[in-house]
């Protein structure tokens, strides 16, 4: 018998993609190439790396391409090809352009990689995710995008601060589309075990869920020329390790919906089992009134997105 290590294709080689080629040869989860449409940055990116495998160490191979063709038969190919939010922009107006990007690289991933497990995260999300799933025609258990895992992880991260407690102690849900409509669902935070609402006030954690929504802005506001990419790298690279590795990570992914929580045909932010059938379970956790109203209107959002891109496939 001989195993080959998992290839995994990174189709946009900026600054996530470039964080995410560094993450998964430090992890070892196979070997990396990155593609771009821009010439040099990928192969550069690649050979930067390469030389530091010696150091991190690892032994998973380095490559970089402007050609789509070199994503043939890899085992998991994570999507951040398109345009990042400048300060100002909602992530809606990257809407048009980044449609177009999507297509041409989900036509691609169709015929080079058939087999492949996708995860997308080019904003918007949830209509980027969606359109991936329209072009490949790939089952909806092998094109998820990322967004919850950034989004809990961040209101994680701040209740970790205000509690002055390690980050990995704590555990949140942040569900719904991936928007200012995103829904922080307070009463399934916990920190070691201990629901959140025992430790801070109403209005703290209100607070922080203002914040945790509005997190991409804060560092755009910050960065100027760019939106956040070590955690989103980060929440990539996670959802690629569950799938690898058959964990069965109970995360929060854009999933397709068939009937769960009252949607069908479109992608929302829910708790799911990922493993080594990619997205193996929708997990339906009960919603009070309130969140059900929260998650409804943040569906409104994600409807209309969905829409937008089935006219475009159509048309
Ligand atoms: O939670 C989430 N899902 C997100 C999403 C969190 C943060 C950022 N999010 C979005 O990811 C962001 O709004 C962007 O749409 C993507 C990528 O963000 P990144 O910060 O990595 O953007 P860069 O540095 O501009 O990289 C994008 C690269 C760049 O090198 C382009 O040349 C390349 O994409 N690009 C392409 N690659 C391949 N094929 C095509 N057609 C292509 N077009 C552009």
Known sequence: MSFKKPKIALVGAGQIGGTMALLAAQKQLGDVLLVDVVEGVPQGKSLDILHGGPI?????????????????????????????????????????????????????????????????????????????????????????????????????????????????????????????????????????GIPVTQLLSKEKLDAISKRTANAGGEVVALLKTGSAFYSPALSAIHMAEAYLKDKRSVITAAAMLNGEYGYKGMYAGVPVILGGNGLEKVIEVELDADEKKSFETSMEAVKSLVEWVDKKMAG
């Not at 690892?58 to 400048?86: C, F």
């Not at 492949?116 to 072009?135: E, G, K, Q, S, W």
Request: glycine share 10%.
């Open 56 to 192: 991190i160490p690892t032994s998973s191979q380095m490559s970089g391409s402007n050609d789509y063709a070199a994503l043939k038969d890899s085992n998991v190919i994570i999507v951040t090809a398109g345009l990042p939010r400048k300060p100002g922009m909602s992530r809606d107006d990257l809407l048009d352009v980044n449609f177009g990007i999507i297509k041409t690289v989900g036509e691609h991933i169709k015929k080079s990689a058939p087999n492949a497990f996708v995860i997308v995260v080019t904003n918007p999300l949830d209509a980027m995710v969606y359109a991936m799933h329209r072009v490949t025609g790939f089952p909806t258990n092998r094109v998820v995008g990322m967004a919850g895992v950034l989004d809990s992880g961040r209101f994680a991260a701040l209740v970790a601060e205000e509690l002055n407690v390690s980050a990995e102690d704590v555990t949140a849900l942040v569900m719904g589309g991936h928007g200012d409509t995103m829904v922080p669902l307070i009463r399934y935070c916990s920190v070691g």
